[in-house]
């Protein structure tokens, strides 16, 4: 036996370890470097140099100055993920373990939230809700939108289509002989869903509030728009602040968004585990499994329709319904005086729409940027899905934790990592351009990404890539044509929700946009702060009935070939 | 926290569609295939400019970069139309033209010609000697100072050279907006405001009133202006941030009144008929829009000859036309929106004695008066 033999049958005797390796380091460069970046240069930043001396003045500074600051983040992301657990607790129970009429629309209702851009959907809360506001009116007492309440209500009804997305699939594949057991032993709907459902579901729900939780504590959206002109902080404005304001204070910046990984980091920890334990309990009816929906009475089902239906009107349809008027608005027009006004409503923001140049770049760019970091996303997820689930490459465990690695980061912090990284510790050329973009969009997007296509492929059974193997197929044509059609409806879903989030999305594109590249969020994000509610609700209408039609046309993509 | 009036507002963000740019990012686009690993090469830029930079700057005599926080698509294409020069341009909000420039110059990145930023962010650069000298025609440049005392102010605050080195390209003229269907006689003179009647229905940004007490004690010296100050936070103000926030809150009958809000805010809701209209008190200050070319500019006789356009009448009427209307710095050419040049008009005619005050926002005077309105009124600025 040769030489050059031996070494490749001892590397090869290696493969798992070796390659296995190569997925951790490529996953690090994107995610524990941005995190050892940022606690490195919280104590080496000062000012605008991102590198200076070893100091640990910036912590003392920021400790000092920011402890409300701290505290009123707490408050918000646990506010927000309250609120929205709540909601999507009841919403979700209702549509899918009941019999109640209307339910798919329901569901389609809540799922259209997705498509809404962002910095609309506040300016539409703020005008619903401020003095003049039609919401105001109605209520008894005075709610200020620019407060600590009106940040968690409008960030808690966005998150909403996530927790839905996370509880459904739980909810249904909840085996109901339970409940019926419950039911036959007397028990009422309201008791067997308090006594048995919720029980069984819920480490569902602390899965679906952990993740609202982490989410909201590194969202920008929300305390950008309504926390900052009503001078009220979290920790991502004054990250956000710190960045951008003159002078900068990269020292602060690095501290506050190590302090705002460090909130996350227990909470991701909790996520992570809680979600072993959902897996747990999905299988919990085994061969007896029964999924028919609880029967209620006629008049319960109509009347739990109602509240839903009343409940959506309130938080999505009167929204969109206000997104659209303003779109049709010379200027903003308080609601008072919406059926008395002279000036007629017109098409003319549609029409600047077409002619808008800037806006036609912004949105091409977001989809070549969304577009890309889509189909690596998707494609990355089913990867290393599949690496943890049926390869046999080592490190398996870690690799599962570093891709989840970014939901502690928070976006944020993220940003401001891949500023260290490829501003100043290693510039290797990428920031200030589409790559850099794609590099955070997938970052940011793999852990929600895995998290939904893992379970497809954990389910797949090995035999039948075991047959592709006797057949002689490649490993190509094993991943095209046994793979790929095997869960292409869930890639399909996900990579619609995907994309239709990525399109929009805020601060990693307002943190990194490159100079040449201007991206659709930071470009509304501007257009909101010149106080042009027409426009960009006329902007958010486009994007809306784009995004769907994306969706639909996702959604008919072949497994392989074919027309769509 | 930050300085705060230098954050000042964001303006609209506007991009030219350029060929490059487009080609740049379907090039990379295409080339994108490392699923989860870090991508590029270094040169991922994918530019082809030859400037080695990141930061979309190059070293093309056909092209120069601009950061800028004002709309910018009229002006390059009219620029590119002009002198076939093509004009890649970032608009970023608020004071990030500067700081952004700023961290990537620390970075010894640089990839940016010209830098269009607010003066009360553009003088930090003047202590770090960031600002070029420019090679324009000093007619030119003399034809920007238009207004009484500015040029005077300016020189003994920044220098001889501050004009040689950020000439103003448009001036922000910060007026009282008021919704007309509240108001039927607006405020001419700042104790005006502490009528009865505006008691909990006048809206102001709360970092902007240092440079309030800094015009107010201009006007009417230290005690006069602190006590007024004083009393015009007693009316009850909703300090609310962004200029587009406060006429918002006009526009929703939330407020009557939004002093010191830069009439840029104002101007298109005006043109399409919404009952706005702007007064320009007897007190009342401005600041500039000014242009940079910063000293290691990748193309330094780009930025002059960009720079000495868009200060040439032909640009200056460019900038008249922004946003609904705006004011050019030329000393010939009136406020682009008649009803706002007709509102300044009025005020210079009532007052010709007094005339505008230029502001200063140089730092050291920053932090004096942000330090003193913290102390007078309850209201963070910093």
């Not at chain 1, 493969?15 to 490195?40: D, E, K, Y």
């Not at chain 2, 040689?164 to 003229?173: E, F, K, N, Y």
Request: aromatic residues 10%; hydrophobic residues 45%; negative net charge.
């Amino acid at each position: 036996m040769s030489v050059k033999t031996k070494t490749f049958e001892a590397a090869n005797s290696y493969r798992p370890q070796i390659l296995g390796g190569l997925v951790i380091l490529c996953l690090s460069i994107v995610t524990i470097f941005p995190l050892l970046a940022t606690f490195a240069l919280s104590v080496y930043a000062d000012g605008t140099s991102l590198i200076s001396g070893f100091s640990l003045a910036n912590w003392e500074q920021v400790l000092a100055e920011n402890r409300a600051v701290l505290g009123t983040t707490v408050v918000y992301a646990f506010g927000a993920a309250t609120l929205t657990t709540t909601l999507g607790v009841f919403l979700a129970w209702a549509i899918a373990r009941t019999n109640i009429p209307l339910r798919r629309t329901y569901y389609y209702v809540v799922f259209g939230m997705l498509f809404l851009p962002p910095v609309v959907w506040e300016a539409v809360w703020i005008r619903l809700l401020s003095t003049n506001g039609f919401y105001q009116i109605l209520l008894p007492f005075d709610f200020h939108i620019y407060s600590l309440p009106g940040m968690i209500l409008v960030q808690g009804i966005f998150m909403l289509p996530l927790t839905l997305i996370v509880l459904m699939p739980m909810y249904k594949n909840i085996d109901n002989s339970l409940e019926e057991a419950s039911r036959i032993n007397g028990g009422g709907v309201l008791q067997t869903t308090w006594s048995v459902t919720l029980p069984l579901m819920k480490p569902g729900i602390l899965a679906a509030f952990l993740l609202v939780l982490v989410l909201s504590l590194g969202s920008l959206r929300v305390p950008l728009l309504i926390g900052q002109p009503g001078n009220i902080y979290v920790l991502p404005t004054v990250i956000y602040q710190d960045a951008i304001n003159a002078p900068i204070q990269f020292g602060s910046a690095f501290v506050n968004a190590t302090l705002l990984i460090l909130f996350a980091f227990p909470v991701f920890y909790l996520y992570k585990r809680v979600l072993g334990q959902t897996s747990r309990y999905e299988t919990v009816g085994g061969e007896a499994f029964k999924q028919t929906p609880i029967e209620l009475e006629r008049r319960y089902r109509y009347g739990l329709s109602g509240v839903i239906g009343f409940t959506l009107l309130a938080i999505v349809i009167t929204p969109v319904l206000v997104m659209v008027h303003g779109s049709l608005s010379p200027y903003l027009i308080p609601f008072h005086r919406v059926f008395t006004l002279e000036a007629p409503l017109a098409l003319d923001q549609y029409r600047a729409l077409v002619t808008d140049s800037s806006l036609h770049e912004a949105a091409l760019n977001s989809l070549i940027a969304a577009g890309s970091a889509t189909i690596l996303t998707v494609g990355g997820a089913i990867t290393i899905s599949w690496i943890i689930y049926k390869s046999d490459l080592a490190f398996r465990e870690a690799i599962d934790y570093i891709s989840f690695l970014p939901i502690a980061l928070t976006a944020v912090s993220l940003s401001l990592g891949f500023i260290a990284i490829f501003l100043g510790i290693f510039p290797i050329g990428i920031y200030g351009t589409l790559w850099i973009i794609i590099l955070a969009y997938l970052t940011r997007s793999l852990p929600t990404t895995i998290r939904v296509v893992a379970p497809s492929v954990q389910q797949l059974q090995n035999e039948l890539f075991e047959a592709g193997v006797i057949s002689g197929a490649s490993k190509l044509t094993r991943l095209r044509t046994i793979l790929v059609p095997l869960i292409i409806t869930t890639i399909h879903a996900i990579g619609a929700w995907r994309f239709a989030i990525l399109y929009k999305e805020f601060p990693i594109s307002i943190l990194l946009e490159p100079s040449d590249f201007p991206l659709l969020a930071p470009y509304i994000f501007e257009l909101g702060v010149q106080a042009n509610f027409p426009r960009i609700s006329a902007i958010g209408v486009a994007i809306t009935v784009f995004l769907a039609i994306v969706t639909v046309l996702i959604h008919r993509i072949p497994a392989s070939g074919g027309k769509l | 926290m930050t300085p705060a009036h230098m954050r000042s507002d964001s303006n609209s963000r506007k991009t030219v569609v350029n060929r490059r740019s487009f080609l740049t990012a379907a090039g990379v686009a295409g080339a994108t295939g490392l699923a989860g690993c870090v991508g590029g090469d270094g040169n991922g830029n994918g530019n082809g400019n030859g400037n080695g930079g990141t930061t979309g700057g190059n070293g093309d005599d056909d092209e120069i970069t601009v950061y800028t926080n004002i709309p910018f698509e009229d002006i390059a294409n009219a620029y590119e139309e002009a002198a076939g020069v093509s004009v890649n341009y970032n608009i970023l909000g608020g004071p990030q033209p500067v700081t952004r420039y700023v961290a990537e110059a620390d970075q010894e990145q640089y990839g940016v010609d010209v830098i269009c930023n607010n003066s009360g962010v553009t003088w930090q650069l003047h202590d770090n000697d960031i600002p070029g000298e420019l090679n324009v025609d000093e007619d030119t440049i003399e034809s920007v100072f238009s207004l009484e005392g500015m040029r005077d102010a300016w020189e003994d605050a920044l220098g001889d050279d501050v004009g040689r080195r950020t000439p103003p390209a448009q001036l922000l003229i910060n007026g009282t907006h008021y919704n007309t269907d509240l108001v039927s006689d607006p405020p001419v003179e700042y104790t005006d405001f502490l009528n009865e009647q505006f008691e909990n229905n006048i809206t102001t940004q709360p970092y902007i009133q240092d440079v309030v007490l800094q015009a107010m004690e201009h006007y009417h010296g230290t005690e006069t202006a602190e006590q007024w100050l004083i009393d015009y936070d007693a009316q009850g103000i909703d300090y609310l941030a962004g200029g587009g926030t406060l006429i918002e809150s006009l526009l929703g009958e939330e407020n009557m009144l939004a002093p010191y809000t830069n009439g840029f805010y104002a101007s298109e809701p005006i043109n399409n008929g919404a009952p706005i209209d702007v007064v320009f008190p007897r007190e009342t200050y401005y600041a500039t829009q000014t242009l940079t070319k910063p000293v290691n500019a990748p193309n330094p006789e780009g930025a002059d000859d960009f720079i000495e356009w868009l200060l040439s009448r032909e640009g200056q009427e460019v900038i008249q036309t922004l946003n609904g209307g705006s004011l050019p710095a030329h000393e010939d050419l009136d406020y682009g929106n008649d009803q706002v040049q007709q509102r300044l008009d009025e005020r210079m005619e009532a007052y010709p004695d007094t005339p505008l005050y230029p502001s200063i926002q140089d730092p050291d005077e920053f932090w004096e008066y942000a330090n003193r309105t913290e102390e007078l009124i309850d209201v963070e600025i910093l």
